[in-house]
Structures are given as structure tokens and as C-alpha cells.
């Protein structure tokens, strides 16, 4: 009887280190997971930043950017402002007949490319481009009438704190262009993929831009499809679609 109890605990133990074995290993792949999509795609750096901005980014937001440019009509007169800009790619492809723009970035590798893009545009003081954090804007109160974020809202850790930011350098009357999420099923809880990723609600979304201070808060969808991209996401990250939401805001 005591030797059936001994090899008793001797295999709960053992199966407590497995288990605790198996944890380990998954806990140390998402987190190498986590860390390579970062410099990839979160805030690019290392050789496969270099990469991801140069080449991989500008053609997998491809659509993205067709949207947000019809989103934005953005007219010559605009003092637009883009966060997270990456390496300019929207501002110089779509935005070169705007007055004045600006954009700022975390990534060393995006700003580098970036300045590289615009380069003549600063030279000629109508364009701006400033590595900083989202949530912590270097601008003046009420210094654009437009501002954008695209494809990295669910990248920043703090996306109220941002939101607020955005809405504080807007002027009186300007608006807010704004890629935040996809589609979900509905009844979907906001949460966070891989402690990573930010996945909302409609209803969290337009609490959370109204919240910030904005009104006149309408969203709207499309697709943004990429090869195969949507039927992956909607098989593998928990409903959601490869149609983009893109909210529209004004400042009173």
C-alpha cells in the first residue's frame, strides 16, 4: 500500500513538471513570437525592421491605404497630421498635394526611411517628421485640422492616452480619420491577443473616442484583403475579418 502511495506522488510530481515544463515552453514561444512581430511590425528595428519598412509593410497596407485615403479627402489647405506614420509611405504617395503634414514614429528604421521620402518637402518647411511616442505628442494644442492613424491602433499600449492626444492637437472644427481595429463577430469581448494586440468592440471603440472628448463619432468598414489574409484571420484570431474600421470624429 505505501509503495502504491509513493509511486502515487512520485507520478503527480512528475506530471507537475511536465506540466509546469509544457507552460514554461509555450510562455517562452509566445514571448519569441511577441518579440519577432514586434520588430517586424510593431516598432520595426534589426535587419528584419529594415526589411518589414523597405519592402513588406508598404504592400501589405496597400488596400489599407487605398481606404484611408478616400476616408480622408484630404484637400490642399489640410495641416494634416499622421501617427505612427511608418516610413512615410502614405504621406508621400497620397498626401503630397496637402499643404503642411507631419508624422511622427517610434521606429528608428521608419523615421530614418521616412526623412528619406520627404526629404524634400522638409527642405521646403511644408513637411515634418519627429520620432516620439503617440501618447506623449510634441505639438501644440489645436495645430491640425486632420489627424490619421493607420494600421496601429492595436499596437499602443495606451490607446486613451493617445485618443486624448490626438483630439488636444486638433483644432476647433478639424477631424479625425481613424483606422481602429476590424470588424468582430458580434458579441465580442475587447481584449488582447497575445498580450499584445488590442481586438475591440464597435461599442468599446465609440466609448472610447467620445470619452477623449471627440463628437459626431461614425465608423464604417471595408475590405482590406491581402492574398488570403481575411479567411486566416477569421480562422485563427478569434472572428475577426480582414475589413478594417475606420472611425470618423470632429472636434466641437
Not at 197 to 202: F, G, I, K, Q, R
Request: charged share 20%; net charge negative.
Amino acid at each position: 500500500m505505501r509503495g502504491t502511495e509513493v509511486l502515487t506522488r512520485t507520478g503527480a510530481s512528475v506530471a507537475g513538471v511536465a506540466q509546469s515544463a509544457a507552460e514554461s515552453a509555450t510562455a517562452a514561444t509566445t514571448a519569441g513570437f511577441r518579440h519577432l512581430a514586434w520588430s517586424w511590425a510593431g516598432v520595426p528595428s534589426g535587419p528584419l525592421g529594415w526589411v518589414s519598412s523597405h519592402w513588406t509593410m508598404p504592400r501589405l497596407h496597400s488596400q489599407l491605404y487605398k481606404v484611408m485615403d478616400r476616408e480622408l479627402a484630404l484637400q490642399p489647405d489640410d495641416e494634416l497630421l499622421e501617427v505612427a506614420c511608418g516610413s512615410a509611405y502614405f504621406l508621400a504617395k497620397y498626401a503630397g498635394h496637402v499643404g503642411r503634414v507631419a508624422g511622427l514614429d517610434l521606429s528608428d528604421v521608419q523615421i530614418d526611411l521616412a526623412r528619406q521620402r520627404l526629404a524634400d518637402r522638409i527642405s521646403a518647411g511644408t513637411a515634418e517628421i519627429v520620432q516620439g511616442d503617440a501618447g506623449t505628442l510634441p505639438w501644440p494644442d489645436e495645430t491640425f485640422s486632420v489627424v490619421t492613424v493607420m494600421g496601429s491602433f492595436e499596437c499602443f499600449p495606451d490607446p486613451e492616452k493617445v485618443l486624448t492626444e490626438l483630439h488636444r492637437v486638433l483644432q476647433p472644427g478639424g477631424r479625425a480619420v481613424m483606422n481602429i481595429g476590424e470588424w468582430v463577430e458580434p458579441g465580442t469581448q475587447t481584449h488582447r491577443m497575445l498580450d499584445a494586440l488590442w481586438v475591440w468592440s464597435e461599442e468599446d471603440v465609440r466609448r472610447m473616442v467620445e470619452q477623449a472628448g471627440f463628437t459626431d463619432v461614425a465608423m464604417s468598414y471595408a475590405s482590406t484583403a491581402v492574398y488570403q489574409l481575411d479567411e486566416f484571420l477569421s480562422k485563427h484570431m478569434g472572428g475577426i475579418a480582414a475589413d478594417m474600421r475606420t472611425v470618423h470624429a470632429t472636434k466641437a
